[in-house]
């Protein structure tokens, strides 16, 4: 079965670059999108196939994927960015699969 | 506007069933696959199952194969999972989300979720 495999938590201080990756075999040769999901909230999608940001998202969202890696980045993050963020991708023998998601720590 | 709203969870004993429900609004329903993903309690997204806009293509994890089966009545804009044989690692809050197309395929996204319902298997 396919996985995707992403760090359980990355911190970073307001108005920095946030990073975080998701890992999978030939991951590049996928699409990947990203959810963002705060506590008690569903989650969000925040970009989709690779690069592309849903109506709404703010523009400092951005994301790329090659190799085996997919990355999210955030730009200038703000505090209202901390939350979960899930990758995911589609796979033939697995259909949907989602990482294990990244806690993003703003301090 | 554009909503999806679940119902149909509770607490169940091992073993038994449940059927959810997801009601559409504000969308083309039978235009967009859609999926149902679950949320154990302080645990990720697991992905649980997809349906195709037309009904005609379904599609399961493995872990709930056999047991959980999807399905849609596009005159009623609601799309359904029906439960069975359910374990206590089946409890999690059960989302319905909508699919950017019609296919479940690799640039499958969920751009709309609904709130979530609570499914607790326990004796």
């Known amino acids: 079965s396919y996985e995707l495999t992403q760090p359980p938590s990355v911190s970073v201080s307001p108005g920095q670059t946030a990073s975080i990756t998701c890992s999978g075999d030939k991951l590049g040769d996928k699409y990947v999108c990203w959810y963002q999901q705060k506590p008690g909230q569903s989650p969000v999608l925040v970009i989709y196939?690779?690069?592309k940001r849903p109506s709404g998202i703010p523009e400092r969202f951005s994301g790329s994927n090659s190799g085996n890696t997919a990355t999210l980045t955030i730009s200038g993050t703000q505090a209202m960015d901390e939350a979960d963020y899930y990758c995911?991708?589609?796979?033939?023998?697995?259909?949907?699969?989602f990482g294990g998601g990244t806690k993003l720590t703003v301090l | 506007e554009v909503q999806l709203v679940e119902s149909g969870g509770g607490l169940v004993q091992p073993g038994g069933s449940l059927r959810l429900s997801c009601a559409a609004s504000g969308i083309t329903f039978s235009s967009y696959a859609m999926s149902w993903v679950r949320q154990a309690p302080g645990k990720g997204l697991e992905w649980v199952s997809a349906i195709s806009g037309s009904g005609g293509s379904t599609y399961y994890a493995d872990s709930v194969k056999g047991r959980f089966t999807i399905s849609r009545d596009n005159s009623k804009n609601t799309l359904y999972l029906q439960m069975n044989s359910l374990r206590a690692d089946d409890t999690a809050v059960y989302y319905c989300?909508?699919?950017?197309?019609?296919?479940?395929?690799?640039?499958?996204?969920?751009?709309?979720w609904g709130q979530g319902t609570m499914v607790t298997v326990s004796s």
């Open positions: 995911q991708a589609w796979d033939s023998s697995t259909y949907v699969v």
């Open positions: 196939q690779d690069t």
């Open positions: 989300a909508k699919d950017r197309g019609i296919a479940v395929a690799g640039t499958s996204a969920f751009d709309i």
